[in-house]
Every structure is written in C-alpha cells, then in structure tokens.
C-alpha cells in the first residue's frame, strides 16, 4: 500500500460518506424503506417519484438519528438548519434535483481519532438529504432499468476535511465510522447492500508547491474496505504517473468508478463544481429547529461507543491491544453481534478470556468466514460453543477432535440451525467415552502399539532415533480415535518403553 507520504510529493485525501439511516419511512413521505429483497418499484410514494402537486414532510426520526451520530463525532449541532436543492438531470433522479443540506447542515466541526494516528480526523458536515432511485443497466442489450424503491430514502451524507494521507488511514476511517453508526443505531452499515457507499478525493502535488493544489479528482459509490483503499492507491499512481511524465500531463477533474476487478479507476464525467449545481434553498421545506433540551435527550440514549468498548475489553477481559483490534475487525465484518458473543463466552469464570478468544477468533471465526458458508451463519450459541471449548479443558476431548465437531456442524449447516448441546453431540458421534479415555485403558491401548512396532521401541529405548516417538503416538492416537491427548501419550509411551 502507498504509504503515509510519497517521496516528494504531498498526497490530499477527503472522504464523503453516505449512509443509510435506518428509518421505517423514507426522509419526506410517508413510503416504506426498501431493502435488497423488495421487489422492483414495490415501496413508490408519490413525492419520491416526483408527481406534480406532492409536499414533503420531514421524517423527525431520521433528525433523531442525524443527531445521536453528531454527538458520537462530537460535532457542534446546529439549532437551525435548512434544505436546498442540488440540481442535476439524470435518470434515476426523478424530480431533476436533490435535496440535501448544502449551506446549513444539521452538524458541523467534528473530530474522529483512529487508533494509532497523532490528530483526529476532522469532520466538516454531517447533512441529511434523500437517496436517488437505483439503475440497473443489463449488458447483453444496453437497456437501463429504473427502481424507485430507494428513491427519497433518508441519507446522511458525513464530509471530512481533506485530511488522509494514504490508503492505510482512509480504509480505518470508513471501518471505525461503520462501528459508530451500527453503534448509535443510526445505519446497518452494510458495504455490500449499499447502506454505506463511500466517495474518496485524492489530489496529489510536488513538495514545493502549496498542500492540496493539485487537481482533485472523486471516485464514487465504492462498496468496500477493500475497494476504497485499492482506488485511492490506484488512483495516486495515476496522477503520478501523469505529473511525472515527459513532458508532464495535466490531471483532469474527473468524476471516476473503480473497476475491482481490473483494480483500475475509470472516467465517468468531468467534475462538477458547486455552481453547476445551482444550489437554492427549497422552498416547499421549513426551517429545521432542534433545541438544546433535545440534544441533551438523545444524548442521555447514547449507547457504548468503539473507542469505549475498545478500552473496556482491554481492561476487564484482559486482552492486547491487538487482540481487541482482531475482535472489532471481526464484529465490522459480520455485521455486529460478535463481541457480544465473545462476552458471553467469557461469562463463567473459570474461563480463561485469552483461550476463550484464541478458540473464537482462530477456529470459530474461520468457519463462518469461510466462502463456502454464503450467509455465514453461525450454528453455535454461546452456551454450546462453551462447552466445546469446557470440554477440551478438562480432557474430554482432545483439540483434534473438538475441531472434527466443529468441522462436523459447518459441513453439515442444513442440520444444525441452532445447535444447543455440545456435549450431547459430541457423545452421538463417540468423541467422548469415560471407558476409552480412562488412564488404565489408554495404558493398555500403549502397550499393545509398543508389542505390535517393536523396532521402533527399541530405537526410543536405545535414544538412538527420538523422533520415532511420533510414530508410535500416531499407532496410538489410530487405535483410540483420537479421544486422547498426544502429550499424555507421548509421556506414557515413554515411561512403558524405559520400564520394559
């Protein structure tokens, strides 16, 4: 990845993120929030496709939201605020222009300190305005098709300041907002499904000139981590490769798509400048009023915020810092809800967190990860995946076979929709046995493996070949179906060898 700064030149990145609000009502009408399995054209108000003789009425519960995410980015929240009309033709804006929150935000002037960076990113605006309906082009014939479902759905829009240097910074910035909204119940924060779409600007010029005078140059609707860290170091090559050309080639203003697949960002338009807008206030829409004795309300609601909840498990389960880096990583990815399962893992306390986290994060986390398991589902509950790892602290089985039964579950996801007893299917599939695992028998199991390779115990009596204790714990783990503790076998091997 490029890094914090390219030799000799200065790198300028700004971000504008826009996030579904998570309302039951779109932003002006009283029409239903889509969602990615609602059929085509299903949830159309008569306003969001812009009839004629329509009125908007603001949704107060997306205010509400706008504000609990204002408060999490510590920003100044406005007493006041308007709406205006952003003008532009395009087909999936029905009415010819979007209303959005140009000259008075509901928000301004906040902060976001990343982990690991010395200032805090600064947020210029945080602005309501209403979504576009959606176009879906098919290739075979060309033709576009228009889905109003998500037309006037509520936005909010979340500008920084241009303060990223590299792809490393900007890729933490759009994974700790998305813990922040999927905190404060703003927004799912889901990449995939379009409910956070990101915009990068990224402008680059030699150390000898003012910082940010270069040509800047937007790359819309990218859907992923991934994608906007891969555009943004993609995007800084070709602008260098421009300026450094002989002779050197200007940078054009453009508005670009990213190709994932080629990991190139291609032109869609030239870059549109504030007055090509034509920004007016809308007249149809009232002056926003929001007291400071509802501020304090929806402040007193605020729930656990990343940063807090990243302290606290250092504290009270123990962990690094890296560890709770992994965890929250884990939580962004599935959408929410893993560290509370971690926690409630934790809850019996004679539990270690640490084993507790190496089991989630090294074998529980990989299987639902897995690209084979589409809806990454998690068939385990806590209380089963507990006594997965209980049983392995106390010998009932051995760290093989607790990974064949878990291993099992995955394969086979179709049967186990929610599996509530560990222990009762582990014994079903003969992982557990007193009789078998007891130490008498598996002492009887050792000797018949010395008597049926006796070359090989001969060579551990003699030292001659140490190694060859692996071959004898491997006739043994054969014979008891791996219900037993290599470690425990390679003692006992060991002591029988020296005592015949």
């Known amino acids: 990845m490029v890094g914090p700064r390219l030799p000799g030149w200065n790198v300028v990145i700004g971000i504008e993120t826009h996030i579904k609000l998570a309302t039951k009502h779109k932003l002006f009408s009283n029409g239903l929030t889509s969602f990615s399995f609602t059929r085509a054209n299903e949830r159309v108000h008569a306003f969001d496709a812009a009839i004629p003789g329509t009125l908007p009425k603001l949704n107060q519960e997306a205010v509400t939201l706008a ?164 555009a943004i170091e993609y995007e800084i090559k070709r602008q260098h490769a421009l300026l450094t050309s002989i002779p050197p080639k200007p940078v054009q203003q453009l508005t670009l798509t990213y190709n994932v697949a080629s990991g190139q960002t291609v032109p869609l338009r030239s870059k549109e400048d504030a007055p090509d807008y034509r920004y007016m206030p809308d007249p149809n829409i009232g ?85 084979r398991n589409v809806e990454k589902r998690n068939p385990f509950n806590a209380k089963s995946f507990g006594q997965v790892i209980d049983m392995v602290q106390s010998k009932q089985l051995t760290i093989t076979s607790a990974q064949f039964l878990i291993r099992h579950v995955f394969m086979n996801l179709s049967s186990f929709t929610s599996l509530t007893d560990a222990r009762t299917l582990a014994a079903t599939l003969g992982m557990i046995d007193t009789l078998t695992s007891s130490p008498s028998n598996l002492e009887a199991v050792c000797l018949r493996v010395i008597q049926k390779m006796p070359s090989e115990a001969k060579a551990l009596k003699d030292g001659t070949n140490p190694n060859v204790v692996n071959r004898l714990v491997g006739g043994v783990m054969k014979e008891m179906k791996g219900k037993a503790s290599p470690d425990e076998v390679k003692i006992l091997l060991k002591e029988l060898v020296e005592r015949s």
């Open 67 to 230: 504000i609990r995410t204002a408060l999490a980015l510590k920003c100044e929240i406005a007493n006041r605020s308007t709406f205006d009309r952003k003008h532009y033709f395009y087909h999936d804006l029905p009415s010819g222009y979007q209303i959005t929150q140009h000259y008075s935000p509901i928000a301004r002037s906040g902060i976001l300190q990343l982990e690991g960076r010395e200032l805090p990113v600064n947020i210029k605006q945080i602005q309501l305005e209403q979504d576009t309906a959606k176009t879906t082009t098919i290739p075979s014939t060309g033709i576009s098709q228009i889905d109003l479902n998500r037309a006037g759905q509520g936005l909010l829009e979340i500008v920084t300041e241009p303060d990223f240097r590299s792809s490393d910074e900007a890729a933490s910035y759009v994974r700790l907002l998305q813990s922040v909204v999927r905190a404060v119940g703003a927004s799912d924060g889901n990449m995939e499904q379009g409910s956070l779409r990101v915009d990068v600007n990224v402008s680059i010029n030699p150390d000898s000139a003012p910082r940010g005078s270069g040509t800047r140059c937007e790359i819309k609707n990218l859907n992923s981590v991934k994608s906007v860290a891969g």
């Open 287 to 371: 002056t926003v009023f929001v007291s400071n004795e509802r501020i304090q309300e929806v402040a007193g609601t605020m729930p656990e915020l990343p940063w807090e909840t990243r302290e606290r498990l250092e504290k009270v389960y123990n962990l690094t810092s890296r560890d709770v880096h992994v965890l929250m990583d884990i939580d962004v990815e599935a959408g929410g809800g893993m560290i509370g399962f971690f926690e409630a893992l934790c809850l019996p306390p004679e539990r270690d967190s640490k084993l507790v986290f190496n089991w989630f994060t090294n074998t529980l986390w990989r299987y639902i990860s897995d690209e």
